[in-house]
Nanobody, 121 residues
């Protein structure tokens, strides 16, 4: 089993910045990739960014150039640095861990509880 716990959400004004953290614990040796998803009220949960153990990254078009995903293997932590935030970035952000990665990210079984990000205009 793997547990992931997010932190770092909050309220920020537009064009501001936030950094989210996701700490993984448990059988982390089985994890090959991790990702951030977000879900706004009434909308589906969408992939924001993902990162493999080799450091390969991928971003949704809506966040390219503004968000950066990174990892600190020593701390079993994945970060999401969010800059130039917009009101449309408002959502609950979830961390996900996946055992398998076959060229593109598919959500694994391990989800965090989510952290709320609210961007005011």
């Amino acid at each position: 089993q793997v547990q992931v716990v997010e932190s770092g959400g909050g309220l920020v004004q537009a064009v501001g910045s936030l950094r989210l953290s996701c700490v993984a614990s448990g059988s982390i040796f089985s994890i090959n990739a991790m990702a951030w998803y977000r879900q706004a009220p009434g909308k589906q949960r969408d992939l924001v960014a993902d990162i493999t153990n080799s450091g390969r990254t991928n971003y949704a078009d809506s966040v390219k150039g503004r968000f950066t995903i990174s990892r600190d293997s020593a701390k079993n932590t994945v970060y999401l640095q969010m800059n130039s935030l917009k009101p449309e970035d408002t959502a609950v952000y979830y961390c996900n861990a996946a055992r398998n990665y076959y060229g593109h990210y598919q959500p694994g079984d391990y989800w965090g509880q989510g952290t709320q990000v609210t961007v005011s205009s």
